[in-house]
């Protein structure tokens, strides 16, 4: 079975501040891995994805991720934190041979002024 | 852009009544899944279709149902709403290479059940 764990529910920046988000996965074949980012009273949105090839991969807003196989991880960050970024971010895990998502329980991410 | 819409934002239902969450995505995406979000939780899989007429159920499907008659048409339905059901529930969409692609989630429909 799959399984994705992030590290920290609640997760507090300095504007300016670096961000790391924690994102765990467990998977027995290597999976596809995906960051969505939730902003206030609303659906998810794709902020990036990690498929094939290049292990650092790149998103919207300035944020990337790397895959680590070797620690099965794929953190989220960004060098700095913007007021705009505070939202909930979930990452997810999927197989290329199945339709379905796991997600990781969310984490929110505050930035203070 | 992909578009999924989910027909209102806002809901207030009593205990015991009928619910209908309706969900429509422009974007002949074969896969649609309905997921409950709650504070800790994060994401539930209540149920999700692959094609037309055709459905599984997720982690939680107790106490709902879905339809998919129409391609684009995804319904969840609540039988007989319990409070326990206040939740906000996101409909997303994906193509049949959505373990590539990722889904594309509706705005929400936050339920409140009184």
């Known amino acids: 079975a799959q399984s994705v764990t992030q590290l920290g529910s609640h997760v507090s920046v300095s504007e300016g501040a670096l961000v790391l988000l924690r994102c765990n996965y467990s998977?027995?074949?290597?999976?596809?891995l995906f960051w969505y980012v939730q902003y206030p009273n609303q659906g998810l949105q794709l902020l990036l994805k990690?498929?094939?090839?290049?292990?650092l991969v790149k998103g919207i807003n300035g944020f990337e991720a790397e895959f680590k196989k070797s620690e099965t991880s794929f953190h989220l960050t960004k060098p700095s934190a913007h007021m705009s970024d505070a939202a909930e971010y979930f990452c997810?895990?999927?197989?290329?041979?199945?339709?379905?998502?796991?997600f990781g329980s969310g984490t929110k991410l505050n930035v203070k002024p | 852009d992909v578009k999924v819409t989910q027909s209102s934002r806002y809901l207030v239902k009593r205990t015991g009544e009928k619910v209908f969450l309706e969900c429509v995505q422009d974007?002949?995406?074969?896969?649609m899944f309905w997921y409950r979000q709650d504070p800790g939780l994060g994401l539930r899989l209540i149920y999700f279709?692959?094609?037309?007429?055709?459905?599984e159920k997720g982690d939680i499907p107790e106490g709902y149902s879905v339809s998919r008659e129409k391609k684009e048409r995804f319904s969840l339905i609540l039988e007989s709403a319990s409070t326990n059901q206040t939740s906000m529930y996101l409909c997303?969409?994906?193509?049949?290479?959505?373990?590539?692609?990722?889904?594309?989630f509706g705005s929400g429909t936050r339920l409140t059940v009184v």
């Open positions: 997303a969409s994906g193509p049949q290479e959505m373990p590539f692609y990722g889904y594309t």
């Open positions: 998977s027995s074949v290597p999976p596809y």
């Open positions: 990690y498929t094939t090839g290049a292990t």
């Open positions: 997810a895990v999927s197989l290329y041979n199945f339709n379905k998502f796991y």
């Open positions: 974007m002949d995406h074969e896969n």
């Open positions: 279709s692959y094609d037309v007429k055709m459905k």
